[in-house]
């Protein structure tokens, strides 16, 4: 059994910068791929970005890419999601999410088995 925990969202102004971390509990957290996906108001949840097992690869949506980075510490157990240049379009709460296999279809909500509680992210414009 996984458990997720984000933080680090909050209110920023647009081209602001905000790192969220996710703390994950489990012995099989840092063998397997995590994902962070987020939902805005009144849209559905949407792929943001995953990483693999290993860390060595990662896969981002296209709003995102050049922006954001994900990343992990397997030895603290540790996931980040390191959001640049934000705009009123990334206001969402952010969830990140883990999975039971080390890749494969790291965009869909399904492939995830566990899910944190997700974290508010507010961009003003």
């Known amino acids: 059994q996984v458990q997720l925990v984000e933080s680090g969202g909050r209110l920023v102004q647009a081209g602001g910068s905000l790192r969220l971390s996710c703390a994950a509990s489990g012995p099989t957290f840092g063998r397997y791929a995590m994902g962070w996906f987020r939902q805005a108001p009144g849209k559905e949840r949407e792929f943001v970005a995953a990483i693999s097992g290993s860390g060595g690869g990662t896969y981002y949506a296209d709003s995102v890419k050049g922006r954001f980075t994900i990343s992990r510490d397997i030895i603290q157990n540790m996931g980040y999601l390191q959001m640049n240049i934000l705009g009123p379009e990334d206001t969402a709460v952010y969830y990140c999410?883990?999975?039971?296999?080390?890749?494969?279809?790291?965009?869909?909500?399904?492939?995830?088995?566990?899910w944190g509680q997700g974290t508010q992210v507010t961009v003003s414009s």
């Open positions: 999410a883990a999975a039971t296999m080390a890749w494969g279809l790291v965009m869909t909500q399904s492939f995830y088995n566990y």
